[in-house]
């Protein structure tokens, strides 16, 4: 495993994430499947990651238990975990904070009984990372409200040694991470943002990487392989890439694109299965970034996917769709309708009910504030409605 310093510590350069574990049955809440995810993280701690993320609501709540549950049973200071305050999912009136999304419904009276039950649920009484999730476009208001105080109360938390150190993550735009930054100058020492060689250009990850570098702040990446997209392109793609190392497999093309960026401290990946586990920890093993005439193969490989819808998987817009519609099954096949289409996507979409296709979207935006990647998706189920309709799908 590659290390690389922050400040005091030494952390891997390779981080498990743990928003995607083995779980038993489908949704963003299903049960974690325990048994697999235990043997996922003690083999990843076993093997030199040492740098573990999580989240409030990831799992409904349950992966920082599980993962507090399994890190705790080695020495406290050999391992190193991430969590993060779920205020992007949050409302703040009269006093109280409320959850949107799928935990409406439950009240705070403030951050701090957030940060407690964080605590308790993970065994530990102090986070070595904590981040504010997701300062984007829609939560910025609610992480710069003054009364509330939030980062105040972090800061807090940070003085009396409970955080080790304090971050955020971003899914928003390059000026508003900036705008945040500027805010709170000095505040914070790490930023995650999603980043990967498509992003770098569809959601100008490139411009974001250089307004945190500039300020010489320590990025973490997540979205690595964007839920998953960039372990197989189209065909096109695959060939520009497949033609300068035949031998390598086309995910380890975003892992050595993130070991290219030097002020890349942590790649997250949400591995779930053993054998993503194992062969990203082989990758880690040593340095093997791409070089500047590999970069130019990848954005040719990315001019020839991007039309993609930038959807990472999250599964966050699903819970407030009134139709029940698996959103980013839809935009999946919509992006491989729209840019490489199979027989396979016929097959596919000839099996779905008619309930279960983008016709059923009735346009009511529940779902455009929930999706940290701001994609209009009442536009996308129209727009695959209309190759639907007009039957424009040609397999090739
Ligand atoms: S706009 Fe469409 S996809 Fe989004 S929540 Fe409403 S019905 Fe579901
Ligand atoms: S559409 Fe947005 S919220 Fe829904 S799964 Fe994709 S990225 Fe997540």
Redesign the pocket.
Same mark, same amino acid.
């Given at each position: 495993m590659i290390y690389k310093q922050f400040k005091d510590k030494k952390l891997s350069t390779l981080g498990l994430g743990n928003m995607r574990l083995p779980h038993k049955g489908e949704g963003l809440n299903a049960p974690i499947d325990e048994e697999k995810a235990r043997e996922l993280i003690e083999y990843a701690y076993l093997n030199g990651i040492n740098y573990f993320d999580t989240a409030y609501g990831y799992h409904g709540g349950e992966s920082e238990r599980l993962v507090g549950k399994v890190l705790n049973q080695f020495p406290r200071e050999t391992w190193y975990l991430a969590t993060k305050f779920p205020g992007h999912m949050m409302t703040y009136k009269d006093g109280k904070l409320g959850f949107i999304g799928y935990m409406s419904g439950s009240i705070f009276d403030s951050p701090e009984q957030i940060f407690e039950e964080q605590l308790e649920k993970c065994g530990v009484d102090y986070f070595d990372f904590y981040l504010l999730h997701n300062v984007c476009e829609t939560s910025y208001d609610f992480y710069t409200n003054e009364e509330l105080g939030i980062v105040n109360y972090f800061l807090e938390q940070k003085k009396a040694g409970r955080i080790k150190h304090l971050g955020f993550s971003a899914h928003g735009r390059a000026k508003t991470i900036d705008s945040f930054l500027s805010k709170y100058e000095g505040c914070f020492e790490f930023v995650l943002i999603q980043i990967n060689y498509l992003d770098w250009v569809l959601q100008d990850a490139k411009s974001k990487y250089e307004v945190i570098s500039r300020r010489g702040i320590p990025i973490m990446s997540m979205e690595s392989c964007r839920g998953g997209t960039l372990c197989s392109l189209n065909p096109e793609a695959e060939a520009i890439l497949k033609k300068a190392r035949p031998d390598d497999p086309i995910v380890h093309w975003a892992f050595r694109f993130l070991q290219s960026l030097p002020n890349m401290q942590v790649v997250l990946s949400g591995m779930s299965t053993m054998g993503q586990l194992k062969e990203n920890i082989e990758l880690f093993s040593k340095n093997d970034p791409t070089t500047e005439y590999e970069n130019e193969l990848l954005m040719e490989a990315v001019n020839s996917m991007a039309d993609l819808v930038p959807c990472t998987a999250c599964r966050y &817009?699903c819970d407030?769709?009134?139709?029940e519609?698996d959103?980013p099954k839809?935009i999946s096949l919509y992006n491989e309708a729209s840019n490489s289409p199979t027989f396979a996507l016929s097959f596919t979409l000839g099996a779905m009910p008619e309930d279960e296709l983008p016709g059923?979207?009735?346009? &009511?935006?529940?779902?455009?504030q929930m999706c940290p990647q701001n994609i209009d998706?009442?536009d996308v189920?129209a727009k695959f409605e209309d190759i639907l309709e007009k039957q424009t799908l040609q397999p090739r």
């Amino acid at each position: 495993m590659i290390y690389k310093q922050f400040k005091d510590k030494k952390l891997s350069t390779l981080g498990l994430g743990n928003m995607r574990l083995p779980h038993k049955g489908e949704g963003l809440n299903a049960p974690i499947d325990e048994e697999k995810a235990r043997e996922l993280i003690e083999y990843a701690y076993l093997n030199g990651i040492n740098y573990f993320d999580t989240a409030y609501g990831y799992h409904g709540g349950e992966s920082e238990r599980l993962v507090g549950k399994v890190l705790n049973q080695f020495p406290r200071e050999t391992w190193y975990l991430a969590t993060k305050f779920p205020g992007h999912m949050m409302t703040y009136k009269d006093g109280k904070l409320g959850f949107i999304g799928y935990m409406s419904g439950s009240i705070f009276d403030s951050p701090e009984q957030i940060f407690e039950e964080q605590l308790e649920k993970c065994g530990v009484d102090y986070f070595d990372f904590y981040l504010l999730h997701n300062v984007c476009e829609t939560s910025y208001d609610f992480y710069t409200n003054e009364e509330l105080g939030i980062v105040n109360y972090f800061l807090e938390q940070k003085k009396a040694g409970r955080i080790k150190h304090l971050g955020f993550s971003a899914h928003g735009r390059a000026k508003t991470i900036d705008s945040f930054l500027s805010k709170y100058e000095g505040c914070f020492e790490f930023v995650l943002i999603q980043i990967n060689y498509l992003d770098w250009v569809l959601q100008d990850a490139k411009s974001k990487y250089e307004v945190i570098s500039r300020r010489g702040i320590p990025i973490m990446s997540m979205e690595s392989c964007r839920g998953g997209t960039l372990c197989s392109l189209n065909p096109e793609a695959e060939a520009i890439l497949k033609k300068a190392r035949p031998d390598d497999p086309i995910v380890h093309w975003a892992f050595r694109f993130l070991q290219s960026l030097p002020n890349m401290q942590v790649v997250l990946s949400g591995m779930s299965t053993m054998g993503q586990l194992k062969e990203n920890i082989e990758l880690f093993s040593k340095n093997d970034p791409t070089t500047e005439y590999e970069n130019e193969l990848l954005m040719e490989a990315v001019n020839s996917m991007a039309d993609l819808v930038p959807c990472t998987a999250c599964r966050y &817009c699903c819970d407030d769709c009134p139709q029940e519609l698996d959103i980013p099954k839809l935009i999946s096949l919509y992006n491989e309708a729209s840019n490489s289409p199979t027989f396979a996507l016929s097959f596919t979409l000839g099996a779905m009910p008619e309930d279960e296709l983008p016709g059923s979207c009735i346009a &009511c935006g529940n779902c455009v504030q929930m999706c940290p990647q701001n994609i209009d998706i009442p536009d996308v189920m129209a727009k695959f409605e209309d190759i639907l309709e007009k039957q424009t799908l040609q397999p090739r």
